[in-house]
C-alpha cells in the first residue's frame, strides 16, 4: 500500500473506490439475490425436494404416516434393522496367532520362550514350544478377531 499524505481526507485511494462500489444500489441487490439464492439451495439440500433429490443415498427417508417417524431406506428397503453395519474382516495378526482345528478348538502359541531361557531346563523349554488350547473364557474375543471361522462354543 501506498501511504497517504496528510492532506488527503478519508480512507485510502484504492478503498474509496472500493467502498463506492459497495455502496451502489445495484451491488446491494445483486448481493442480496445471491444471499436468497444460497439460502434457497442450503434448504433444499438440508430438506430435499420430492424423491429427496438433493439427498445422499444413505441418506435418503421415507415418510412413515402411521409412525410419523422418518426411517432411513436404501435402494427402496428399510434399513434400520441393519443400518450402517460394516462388513466382517478377519483381523490379519490374529490370523496369524492363531489356528482353529478341524474340531473348532483354537490353538495358540506359548508365552514364555522369548528370552532370559537360559535358566530354564531342557524339558521346559521343549514344553513351552508347543501349542497350547485357548480357554472357553476367550474364545469370544477370538470370535470377534476372526469373524468366519467356525468355533467350538
Known sequence: FRVCSRNTPGPHPPLRSLLQIM???SFIVASCLLNVILLLGIVCMTWGSSGDVG???AMRT?????????TP???GRDVSAFAFRGVAKTRKAAAKRFKVTSGGKVLSKQAGKQHLNTKM????KMRLGDKRVIEKADISNVQGC???VK???
Do not use: E
Not at 531346563?121 to 521346559?124: F, I, M, W
Open 23 to 25: 455502496s451502489s444500489s
Open 55 to 57: 439427498a445422499p443415498v
Open 62 to 70: 421415507s415418510f412413515n404416516a402411521l409412525s410419523a417417524m422418518h
Open 73 to 75: 431406506v436404501f435402494n
Open 121 to 124: 531346563s531342557r524339558k521346559n
Open 146 to 148: 476372526l469373524p468366519h
Open 151 to 153: 468355533l467350538a462354543k
